[in-house]
């Protein structure tokens, strides 16, 4: 829960930046606590084959932080011994890591639940074509970036070719059995062109799914309406056109206390490519590692001891206030 005890939760400034996401904590008597782990994000790396502008972890094609089999069995021995059933795969693009299908395969295997942030155009490439059956036969659940069911939008956002791309690997998921009634989970993930809020995620939901069933025959399941961070690319974007204080300003404006309780760093574990704990995947960008008590050093997730966890502060920043404004916003989409 968030209690209202004295905030004791630890800092971490943002150089560059006047606002306090802390002070705002403080003015309204409230306090991040823990929730038992309920998911396990793990960023497997930072490749990708798109380069957007709003990806906050700066992924792209010659990216080399890639998870290694190593990291991945220990982080599969761990999980084995935990009672956390969703496991949040994300990149980059995740699919692109060697032993992809290896950690899906030994995940399902274990009855675990396992999500794949997909960017779509991955679908189409060489080598991972199959994938789609592959991920269905395993009872793999999609969240597939869709920025906009405007052509001009994502071409903005994601560059040249990327919306008719998406648009035949959504229809290629419909095809697979993904996002029809009865089907596979697939859900959408929308974020705003520009230095913006998103805009109601219920009617902003209603419009893709007339729009991609009349134009396209698509369907899907739920649509994420997601605040772009101001971290990594779309932080650099935002200084490139003068507008990096413009939007922080109005993400603080925009601070919604009732927002806090469902933030996703009460009950997600967030774990890099190299096997470190973060309190999101915000926090990892931004080299926010959860340090051994005492020893400075950062916390691998197999020495990760969940019953202390719960007694670790989170770690905050400025850039907390992107995930507080407005509806507030998760990996899940706006939190109210």
């Not at 380069?51 to 700066?58: A, E, G, I, K, R």
């Not at 980059?92 to 794949?116: K, N, T, W």
């Not at 996002?179 to 974020?191: C, D, K």
Request: hydrophobic share 35%.
């Amino acid at each position: 829960m968030v209690s209202n005890n004295n905030p004791t939760t630890a800092t971490t400034p943002q150089s560059g930046s006047d606002t306090s996401f802390q002070r705002a904590l403080d003015r309204h008597g409230l306090k991040l606590e823990r929730a038992a782990p309920r998911v396990l994000q793990i960023n497997v790396g930072k490749l990708c084959n798109l380069t957007c502008v709003h990806c906050h972890v700066n992924a792209g094609p010659s990216r080399k932080e890639i998870m290694t089999r190593g990291t991945v069995d220990q982080i599969l021995k761990w999980v084995r011994g935990t009672e956390i059933q969703t496991i949040d795969l994300t990149g980059g693009a995740p699919e692109m890591i060697p032993d992809f299908r290896y950690l899906v395969d030994e995940l399902a295997r274990d009855g675990r639940h396992v999500m794949d942030r997909c960017n779509l155009t991955i679908l189409l490439e060489d080598g991972y074509r199959d994938l789609p059956e592959f991920m269905r036969d395993r009872g793999v659940e999609i969240v597939a970036s869709m920025p906009c069911y405007q052509p001009d939008n994502v071409t903005a956002q994601r560059g040249e070719g990327v919306f008719d791309s998406s648009i035949e690997a959504l229809q290629l998921l419909n095809a697979t059995g993904y996002g029809t009634e009865g089907g596979l989970p697939l859900n959408l993930v929308y974020n705003p062109v520009g230095a913006s809020l998103p805009p109601d995620e219920a009617e902003l939901e209603a419009d893709y799914k007339e729009a991609l069933m009349e134009h396209f025959g698509i369907q899907f399941h739920r649509l994420y309406a997601i605040t772009n961070m101001p971290v990594s690319r779309f932080s650099s974007w935002l200084k490139r056109n003068g507008q990096l204080q413009e939007y922080m300003a109005l993400l603080v404006q925009n601070f919604n206390p009732a927002s806090t309780n469902g933030l996703m760093c009460r009950d997600t574990i967030s774990v890099d490519w190299e096997g470190y704990v973060y309190d999101c995947d915000f926090n990892q960008q931004l080299g926010m590692r959860l340090m051994e008590n005492g020893s400075g050093k950062g916390l691998p997730v197999w020495e990760l001891d969940l019953h202390s966890f719960r007694e670790m502060p989170i770690l905050t920043g400025p850039h907390c206030f992107g995930c507080t404004a407005g509806a507030g916003s998760s990996c899940g989409g706006t939190l109210l």
